[in-house]
């Protein structure tokens, strides 16, 4: 169950707000103004944000932990297109046009999320004409990430999108590019596979000495080979 509050830290919120794509830059009067009219939400990890298809309007910005973006069709099969985390916002198309949901968040993590009515966005958006042109482009930035997926899926076969994902989702750590935590079942939601041909590829990967696994983590040893 969530547990919804009024921000009790709200520099916590300003800061947040601060570094969000959508809000960064603005005048630190409005940034404050924007805070006080807002509520803040914890959800434990795995718990659904929003739904695909509710007909919800406000507007999230994460704090702390991480969330999935998924999809989902009328038989159950899942594929996530998205990974958002600290500073990130997602919702934007629902207080703008009355627009259903067009796909389902879940919790990755304990999280905390600053949840931004439709009212008190529309207010903010009319007296600060300048978040139009950043929501302009995020929505540009939003179709170029869903055509790549969507170019990867059509075009690409399973391993050159599992490689796709292992580098998205790795950070540099010392010489070496370390994965956050991936489960192998992770990673066929992502690539629209099952975990089986997943572990097939990571299995031989792994022998080749391409890649290391520890826990949840996966090491990317060397420049990872162009076909299987």
């Known amino acids: 169950m969530e547990n919804t509050k009024q921000p009790e830290n709200i520099n916590r919120v300003i800061e947040t ?38 007909e919800t309007d406000s507007l999230y910005v994460i704090i702390e932990g991480k969330v999935d973006v998924f999809l989902q069709n009328d038989k159950g099969k899942e594929i996530i297109i998205n990974t958002l985390g600290e500073c990130d916002s997602f919702g934007e198309l629902a207080p703008l046009g009355g627009l259903p949901r067009q796909a389902s968040i879940i919790t990755t993590e304990n999280s905390m999320l600053v949840v931004i009515s439709r009212q008190v966005f529309m207010d903010t958006l009319l007296t600060k004409p300048a978040i139009s042109m950043r929501i302009i482009n995020r929505l540009i ?21 599992v490689v796709r994902v292992l580098y998205k989702h790795a950070e540099e750590i010392g010489d070496k590019l370390v994965t956050e935590k991936l489960t192998q079942q992770d990673i066929a939601l992502r690539v629209g596979a099952t975990r089986e041909m997943v572990h097939r590829i990571l299995k031989e990967l792994k022998t080749g000495g391409y890649i290391s696994i520890e826990g949840k983590h996966i090491t990317i040893e060397k420049k990872l080979p162009p076909g299987w």
């Not at 990890?45 to 739904?51: A, G, L, P, R």
């Not at 179709?143 to 999108?161: F, G, M």
């Open 17 to 54: 707000l601060k570094k969000t794509a959508l809000f960064h830059g603005l005048d630190e009067d409005v940034i404050k103004q924007l805070s006080s009219q807002v509520v803040t939400r914890q959800f434990p990890k795995n718990s659904i944000v929003v739904t695909q298809g509710d």
């Open 141 to 161: 930035n939003l179709i170029k990430d869903l055509t790549e997926e969507v170019s990867s899926l059509a075009l690409e076969d399973v391993y050159n999108r």
